[in-house]
């Protein structure tokens, strides 16, 4: 069995009560992100009320460990900084944790040695706007050391990777090779048998993971039984530059794959960084339907542009500084631009963006002759732990406004495989499909049409993202080409969204519903989108035929969703004590169509300042859990900036609250302060949602001028 401190085992009870012993700015998140980059690159610190870098270990977002540790020596004396390893042989410090900060792309620990302070930064790039860069499936740490003391020390740092990291079922077998000469130390380790497009866990069966440094003066390596290679670096300060050809299961002896720098004699002025770079590659990477029921084998973007892994490690760790130096700007401009609502919420978009953009990869196909067609441009997102489906339209759109924020053209790569599927004829629903694959990485369509039938919500979705990006970016081309399947969902629409039947919305949990007032807006605001399109590509006479549908629909719906015994709009038509989050209204006021009346906004607004609970306002009156993304949308059109507040406290408090010890949660009790039972949503991409009050300041176009962010137009 694996050994681990005691402290780990005693985590999950200890964990409820434990104060913090170091600073947190801006607060200690139940989950801390280390390297989070795609749905597979995803390792996280689970925390509670407060775990330290070396009280834990290192966890994929569904919980499962994977193995991660960090050795110091100073003058002599060994220190763990990273994880929570057992070696029975040698004895060793722990390191004292000073402080822990996060930015949009960083989480940077200060951990102190003896005389000597740590910095240990994680760096997971957003690259948003470089599509080579931000779909390479590698992500930083990097350790730097000074003298606390004012003295000089000599300080030597080492860490290993286990091979936890290539599958989510420890008893299978893997191998490894290790490159030990030229400028990079590499050590690779895969599944000796893989399954092509398979998971176990959420973890991918096939492909390699790669542990990486530069070949610097001093650098060792060695790989082997966990116990014996750590022990080497703390008995001895390097690695002895042995492999082991051992080829056995992940949890027989171990396995892992060190990597060690003498970083010679210490002062007060900051170390160079050590830098590592850690990666998991995969090809093919999606496979995808298309056309007559043909399977196509999709590559992640970076493979265009690097013919080996080699190649990508060696730029990857080139680019560190110029990569560190493009992150803190991008984090800087992401605090100014949400810090302009408040620091509460500046703190909740910073902790969502990595998760969020880390929910999708970057995809291009190869042309008849094997070359890479890098003009054919396809994003896939998994619907990562309420689902393992491929491209959800009701997950895509409440991540939308990230994608608003960093690259509009990231939408359009996301909404263009859902597009084409359906345009092929192979989905048999006169609605939108509710997703592309039930299995991640399996985009193999529905052509039984038994898919999750979500009809108005999944139709009003796509039409109302497909405007959207048209109108941040000014490019109509994918209107133009695929107005027939969105005048096909309008039309489905028109039929049935006034009056819903009985069917489920994206809140699927709670259940299905006839008349669902939220839902009646969704489709409502779809119909005004489809009549801007129309708009758009040049049919005056259909623009006005839609926006005269909407528009008389908004005041026969006023009729039948207004409550009878109460100022405020009802969950669904006739009962009238219900309520919920109009979340739904952000689609009206993202696309500027003005259709439903200022009185509407007002009345719920000044009903949710008095119906808010503890941890914030409901989904609706069926249950007391209410959803994070949900609650900043709605908070995006409140017309008082006291309930807007309340909205961004509640989340505040549910991602710093220590109820919780997973990644980034979006669903959660609004008495209790803690998770549902049944439903403990992790890691999924929906939080690029919180950025929904940033985007109002992005209203009219993407700059192409500016790299990072999509730009206010005055």
Same mark, same amino acid.
């Given at each position: 069995?694996? +050994?681990?401190?005691?402290?780990?085992?005693?985590?999950?009870?200890?964990?409820?009560?434990?104060?913090?012993?170091?600073?947190?700015?801006?607060?200690?998140?139940?989950?801390?992100?280390?390297?989070?980059?795609?749905?597979?690159?995803?390792?996280?610190?689970?925390?509670?009320?407060?775990?330290?870098?070396?009280?834990?270990?290192?966890?994929?977002?569904?919980?499962?460990?994977?193995?991660?540790?960090?050795?110091?020596?100073?003058?002599?004396?060994?220190?763990? !900084?990273?994880? $929570?390893?057992?070696?029975?042989?040698?004895? !060793?410090?722990?390191?004292?944790?000073?402080?822990?900060?996060?930015?949009?792309?960083?989480?940077?620990?200060? +951990?102190?040695?003896?005389?000597?302070?740590?910095?240990?930064?994680?760096?997971?790039?957003?690259?948003?706007?470089?599509?080579?860069?931000?779909?390479?499936?590698?992500?930083?740490?990097?350790?730097?050391?000074?003298?606390?003391?004012?003295?000089?020390?000599?300080?030597?740092?080492?860490?290993?990777?286990? %091979?936890?990291?290539?599958?989510?079922?420890?008893?299978?077998?893997?191998?490894?090779?290790? #490159?030990?000469?030229?400028?990079?130390?590499?050590?690779?380790?895969?599944?000796?048998?893989?399954?092509?497009?398979?998971?176990?866990?959420?973890?991918?069966?096939?492909?390699?993971?790669?542990?990486?440094?530069? @070949?610097?003066?001093?650098?060792?390596?060695?790989?082997?039984?966990?116990?014996?290679?750590?022990?080497?670096?703390?008995?001895?300060?390097?690695?002895?530059?042995?492999?082991?050809?051992?080829?056995? $299961?992940?949890?027989?002896?171990?396995?892992?794959?060190?990597?060690?720098?003498?970083? %010679?004699?210490?002062?007060?002025?900051?170390?160079?960084?050590?830098?590592?770079?850690?990666?998991?590659?995969?090809?093919?990477?999606?496979?995808?339907?298309?056309?007559? %029921?043909?399977?196509?084998?999709?590559?992640?973007?970076?493979?265009?542009?690097?013919?080996?892994? /080699?190649?990508?490690?060696?730029?990857?760790?080139?680019?560190?500084?110029?990569?560190?130096?493009?992150?803190?700007?991008?984090?800087?401009?992401?605090?100014?631009?949400?810090? /302009?609502?408040?620091?509460?919420?500046?703190?909740?978009?910073?902790?969502?963006?990595?998760?969020?953009?880390?929910?999708?990869?970057?995809?291009?196909?190869?042309?008849?002759?094997?070359?890479?067609?890098?003009?054919?441009?396809?994003?896939?997102?998994?619907?990562?732990?309420?689902? %393992?489906?491929?491209?959800?339209?009701?997950?895509?759109?409440?991540?939308?406004?990230?994608?608003?924020? #960093? @690259?509009?053209? +990231?939408?359009?790569?996301?909404?263009?495989?859902?597009?084409?599927? *359906?345009?092929?004829?192979?989905?048999?629903?006169?609605?939108?499909?509710?997703?592309?694959? $039930?299995?991640?990485?399996?985009?193999?369509?529905? @052509?039984?049409?038994?898919?999750?039938?979500?009809?108005?919500?999944?139709?009003?979705?796509?039409?109302?993202?497909?405007?959207?990006?048209?109108?941040?970016?000014?490019?109509?081309?994918?209107?133009?080409?695929?107005?027939?399947?969105?005048?096909?969902?309008?039309?489905?629409?028109?039929?049935?969204?006034?009056?819903?039947?009985?069917?489920?919305?994206?809140?699927?949990?709670?259940?299905?519903?006839?008349?669902?007032?939220?839902?009646?807006?969704?489709?409502?605001?779809?119909?005004?989108?489809?009549?801007?399109?129309?708009?758009?590509?040049?049919?005056?006479?259909?623009?006005?035929?839609?926006?005269?549908?909407?528009?008389?629909?908004?005041? *026969?719906?006023?009729?039948?969703?207004?409550?009878?015994?109460?100022?405020?709009?009802?969950? @669904?038509?006739?009962?009238?004590?219900?309520?919920?989050?109009?979340?739904?209204?952000?689609?009206?006021?993202?696309?500027?169509?003005?259709?439903?009346?200022?009185?509407?906004?007002?009345?719920?607004?000044?009903?949710?300042?008095?119906?808010?609970?503890?941890?914030?306002?409901?989904?609706?009156?069926?249950?007391?859990?209410?959803?994070?993304?949900?609650?900043?949308?709605?908070?995006?059109?409140?017309?008082?900036?006291?309930?807007?507040?309340?909205?961004?406290?509640?989340?505040?408090?549910?991602?710093?609250?220590?109820?919780?010890?997973?990644?980034?949660?979006?669903?959660?009790?609004?008495?209790?302060?803690?998770?549902?039972?049944?439903?403990?949503?992790?890691?999924?991409?929906?939080?690029?949602?919180?950025?929904?009050?940033?985007?109002?300041?992005?209203?009219?176009?993407?700059?192409?001028?500016?790299?990072?962010?999509?730009?206010?137009?005055?």
């Amino acid at each position: 069995m694996r +050994l681990l401190n005691l402290s780990v085992l005693l985590f999950p009870l200890a964990s409820v009560v434990q104060a913090l012993t170091w600073t947190a700015t801006p607060f200690n998140p139940a989950s801390i992100p280390l390297a989070v980059r795609t749905p597979y690159l995803s390792a996280w610190l689970p925390q509670g009320t407060g775990a330290a870098l070396n009280d834990v270990w290192a966890e994929f977002w569904d919980g499962i460990i994977v193995g991660w540790a960090g050795f110091v020596k100073v003058d002599g004396v060994p220190y763990v !900084f990273l994880g $929570a390893p057992a070696v029975p042989s040698v004895s !060793f410090n722990k390191a004292t944790q000073i402080s822990f900060k996060f930015t949009s792309t960083q989480s940077i620990f200060v +951990l102190a040695a003896g005389p000597v302070d740590l910095t240990v930064t994680f760096l997971s790039p957003v690259e948003p706007t470089d599509l080579v860069k931000q779909s390479i499936p590698f992500s930083y740490m990097t350790v730097s050391a000074a003298s606390n003391d004012g003295g000089s020390h000599s300080v030597q740092v080492y860490s290993d990777l286990s %091979g936890e990291w290539t599958s989510g079922d420890e008893t299978l077998t893997v191998n490894w090779t290790s #490159t030990t000469s030229g400028s990079i130390l590499t050590h690779q380790v895969q599944l000796t048998n893989p399954t092509l497009f398979g998971e176990v866990n959420d973890h991918t069966q096939y492909g390699s993971a790669f542990y990486s440094t530069p @070949n610097t003066v001093g650098a060792t390596y060695q790989t082997g039984a966990d116990i014996n290679v750590r022990a080497q670096f703390i008995s001895n300060g390097v690695l002895a530059n042995t492999l082991d050809t051992d080829f056995r $299961a992940i949890n027989d002896n171990w396995p892992v794959f060190g990597l060690a720098h003498n970083l %010679g004699t210490v002062t007060s002025a900051a170390s160079s960084p050590v830098v590592y770079s850690v990666g998991r590659i995969r090809d093919p990477a999606i496979e995808y339907i298309i056309a007559g %029921g043909a399977i196509q084998n999709r590559t992640l973007y970076f493979l265009s542009e690097f013919s080996t892994p /080699a190649a990508v490690i060696a730029e990857f760790l080139d680019d560190y500084s110029a990569a560190l130096t493009r992150a803190n700007t991008f984090d800087a401009q992401v605090q100014t631009d949400a810090s /302009a609502i408040s620091a509460d919420y500046a703190a909740v978009v910073a902790l969502s963006i990595r998760q969020a953009l880390a929910g999708i990869e970057i995809t291009i196909s190869k042309t008849s002759t094997g070359a890479f067609n890098t003009s054919d441009i396809l994003v896939f997102l998994k619907e990562i732990s309420s689902d %393992g489906n491929v491209n959800t339209v009701d997950v895509i759109f409440p991540a939308w406004s990230v994608f608003l924020y #960093t @690259n509009p053209a +990231l939408g359009k790569y996301l909404l263009e495989p859902l597009f084409r599927y *359906q345009a092929s004829g192979q989905y048999p629903n006169k609605w939108s499909v509710h997703d592309i694959g $039930a299995i991640y990485p399996k985009a193999l369509g529905h @052509n039984d049409g038994l898919d999750e039938a979500m009809p108005v919500e999944e139709s009003g979705n796509m039409v109302i993202m497909a405007l959207s990006y048209a109108q941040k970016s000014g490019d109509t081309a994918q209107l133009k080409q695929y107005s027939a399947l969105l005048d096909q969902w309008t039309q489905f629409l028109i039929a049935d969204s006034l009056i819903p039947e009985n069917q489920i919305s994206t809140d699927d949990f709670a259940g299905a519903l006839a008349n669902q007032t939220n839902l009646a807006i969704k489709g409502i605001v779809g119909i005004g989108a489809m009549s801007k399109i129309w708009s758009l590509l040049g049919n005056a006479a259909q623009s006005a035929n839609y926006s005269s549908i909407a528009t008389s629909y908004v005041t *026969q719906w006023q009729n039948f969703a207004t409550s009878t015994t109460g100022a405020h709009l009802t969950l @669904n038509y006739n009962n009238e004590s219900s309520w919920g989050l109009s979340y739904n209204l952000f689609g009206d006021k993202l696309l500027g169509l003005g259709l439903f009346p200022a009185s509407v906004y007002a009345e719920q607004t000044e009903w949710y300042a008095s119906h808010a609970n503890e941890f914030g306002l409901i989904l609706d009156t069926r249950h007391t859990y209410t959803k994070t993304d949900w609650q900043l949308l709605t908070a995006s059109w409140v017309t008082t900036t006291a309930v807007r507040d309340v909205l961004v406290t509640a989340v505040t408090d549910w991602v710093s609250g220590g109820t919780w010890n997973g990644p980034l949660g979006d669903l959660y009790d609004t008495v209790s302060g803690g998770p549902v039972s049944g439903l403990e949503f992790r890691a999924r991409p929906v939080v690029g949602g919180h950025l929904a009050l940033v985007r109002h300041f992005f209203r009219t176009g993407y700059r192409s001028d500016v790299r990072f962010f999509a730009q206010l137009v005055v």
